[in-house]
């Protein structure tokens, strides 16, 4: 495989920061394809975002909620490398590819009206690049600082191109208390370039804490002065798409209250992941596909009747 010679989003190798254009469509698909509406698309693609209120029934999401219990509390599960514990605790912060541990979250990954929206967004046939629950669970919930996942994927998964979106469904109530996502609004259309060498098998410790690949102050200044800062408070059951470039973060929970989130990575078929870059070793599959690529056949399920 060759690599670019000039690359648009180089970033950890040089010693300043710099804020560079997006050089991608953020909608590649049409309104006429009929997911989402035209008015939403354009909400999509103006902020980098869009929140579907209570997306899924109050009945479908409690057991959507169960699931993702059930496999926190199996030992077989924490046991295993997918499973990852919150710095200085030992409860489970998150559990990656649980689309492809748990049979309920791999039908809903390929859930047809969620598939429906990726493939309008990114104009083509869509794969899970990398899914997980995120369980935040009270007291012990840390914070994920401010970060454009679409950075660390270019960077350590060599994932080219910003045709990529994260849809998170909401598994309990996301409020004020509880931690929940923060998103700089136009921010998508910025790319912040960091600085810092990646360390080998970085990933060990920044799926617990991230401290590579982290926007400076100033850059983070500019996008909050321009956009602000929304906070996607809302029911069980809604669901966040948002753009691969989205500035985001999200405070700790002190709260008593769990905020048990399901996301998953929509990539699209035609931006598989290359080389990562700077020589770095390719992170494991159940962070970043490069194995579980085919394009998603979309399934309706009745979630009511699952088990
Ligand atoms: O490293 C990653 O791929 C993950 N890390 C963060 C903080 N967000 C995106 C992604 O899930
Ligand atoms: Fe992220």
Known sequence: MVLPISDA?????????????????????????????????????????????????????????????????????????????EPGSDEVRSIFAAHRLDPLFGRVARDARLVAIAQQILGSEVYVHQSRLNLKPGFVGKDFYWHSDFETWHVEDGMPRMRALSCTVLLTENNELNGPLLLVPGSHLHYISCVGETPDDHYKASLRKQEYGVPDPMSLNLLIERGGIRSMKGAAGSVILFDCNT?????????????????????????????????????????????????????????????
Do not use: C
């Open 247 to 307: 500035m985001h973060g999200s405070n700790s929970n002190i709260s008593p209250y769990p905020r048990a989130n399901l996301f998953m990575v929509y990539n699209s078929v035609e931006n598989r992941l290359g080389p990562p870059r700077h020589g770095l070793k390719p992170r494991p599959e159940f962070v970043s596909a490069r194995e579980h690529t085919a394009a998603l056949e979309p399934v309706q399920t009745e979630y009511a009747s699952w088990r």
């Open 9 to 85: 989003y180089r970033s950890r190798s040089d010693n300043e920061s710099a804020i560079v254009r997006r050089q991608d469509p953020v909608v590649y698909g049409e309104p006429a394809d009929g997911a989402l509406t035209e008015h939403q698309l354009r909400s999509y693609q103006k902020n980098g975002f869009i929140f579907l209120n209570e997306f899924f029934a109050p009945g479908e999401v409690a057991g959507f909620l169960r699931e993702a219990r059930r496999l926190a509390a199996d030992p077989a599960i924490a046991g295993r490398e997918e499973a990852i514990t």
